[in-house]
């Protein structure tokens, strides 16, 4: 299985969210920034970063696949440290939830043909962090990445 090729597909699929797509996010990448690093402007801001690759399993269907995990963070920045941070991420977390289905087979087939299906990892809670540095707060997304062996 190609990993590169199925991450280089979810982070396409990410980025319909960024400027060049919905512009819900001013910044989108692939490659995950610490949030001292990015800029207020940048913001809000969807990085992506790779965890690894889980165990190889074998669907109800019979199909050979693996299970590769990502974090998905945004940040936001929120001058007023006296509000929550939680009324900005609410539309954040919506349109990313909705971009991933379900975790169901079969597996969709993006334009670039490579097959996944990729879900908020079941019952582990997302955490926010508040205010963490100068006003900017942190959401951290568990994804996990099903794809087939062949992708």
């Known amino acids: 299985m190609n990993t590169e090729n199925v991450f280089a597909a979810f982070a396409a699929l990410m980025g319909t969210l960024g400027p060049q797509g919905s512009g819900l996010f001013n910044t989108v990448e692939r490659k995950w920034q610490m949030i001292e690093d990015v800029d207020p402007s940048a913001m809000p801001y969807l990085g992506i970063k790779e965890v690894g690759i889980g165990v190889r399993d074998r669907s109800n269907d019979g199909i050979e696949t693996w299970l590769l995990k990502a974090n998905v963070i ?3 920045n929120n001058p007023d440290t006296t509000q929550p941070s939680s009324p900005l991420f609410n539309p ?29 990892k079941p019952g582990v809670d997302n955490p926010i962090f508040e205010n963490w540095i100068e006003g900017k707060s942190a959401l951290h997304l568990f994804i996990e990445i099903i794809a087939p062996d062949n992708a």
């Not at 919506?94 to 490579?114: K, R």
Request: overall charge negative.
């Open 74 to 76: 945004v940040y936001v």
């Open 92 to 120: 954040l977390f919506d349109a990313i939830s909705n971009l991933l289905p379900p975790q169901a087979f079969p597996l969709p087939e993006t334009d670039a043909g490579v097959q996944f299906n990729a879900y908020l």
